[in-house]
């Protein structure tokens, strides 16, 4: 299974840990590893290669992924989406209306809000 993880970006992990709390410690880069810690879990590291080409990336990505899933209390599954989308940009749009169209909206008015954002 870990080879799923070899298309994973080390920078996209990194990133995505720094945004949970996490900090780099970077005495390890001389090492060609990314080592982050979090001051809330004292004793936890995550610890990849900063080389993706590296014979064990897969493996390692694997078990710092499931490692942040396991202290974030998050699935797998989640934490791989969110380490995917790091660098997509999102804009989410919600409409609070009082017309009880059974959560959907003619195109138009849509089209209207958006144009309006």
């Given at each position: 299974?870990?080879?799923?993880?070899?298309?994973?970006?080390?920078?996209?992990?990194?990133?995505?840990?720094?945004?949970?709390?996490?900090?780099?410690?970077?005495?390890?880069?001389?090492?060609?590893?990314?080592?982050?810690?979090?001051?809330?879990?004292?004793?936890?590291?995550?610890?990849?290669?900063?080389?993706?080409?590296?014979?064990?990336?897969?493996?390692?990505?694997?078990?710092?992924?499931?490692?942040?899933?396991?202290?974030?209390?998050?699935?797998?599954?989640?934490?791989?989406?969110?380490?995917?989308?790091?660098?997509?940009?999102?804009?989410?749009?919600?409409?609070?209306d009082t017309r009880d169209e059974e959560n959907f909206i003619p195109?138009?008015?849509?089209?209207?809000?958006?144009?309006?954002?």
């Amino acid at each position: 299974m870990s080879e799923n993880f070899r298309h994973i970006a080390p920078t996209d992990i990194r990133d995505y840990s720094k945004s949970l709390g996490w900090f780099l410690l970077p005495e390890a880069l001389r090492d060609g590893l990314y080592v982050l810690a979090n001051p809330a879990y004292h004793i936890r590291q995550l610890v990849f290669p900063v080389n993706s080409d590296t014979p064990d990336y897969a493996d390692a990505v694997e078990i710092s992924l499931r490692k942040l899933a396991e202290i974030s209390g998050r699935p797998l599954e989640t934490v791989v989406a969110g380490v995917n989308e790091v660098k997509d940009d999102t804009l989410r749009l919600q409409i609070v209306d009082t017309r009880d169209e059974e959560n959907f909206i003619p195109l138009s008015y849509a089209a209207e809000a958006i144009n309006g954002a």
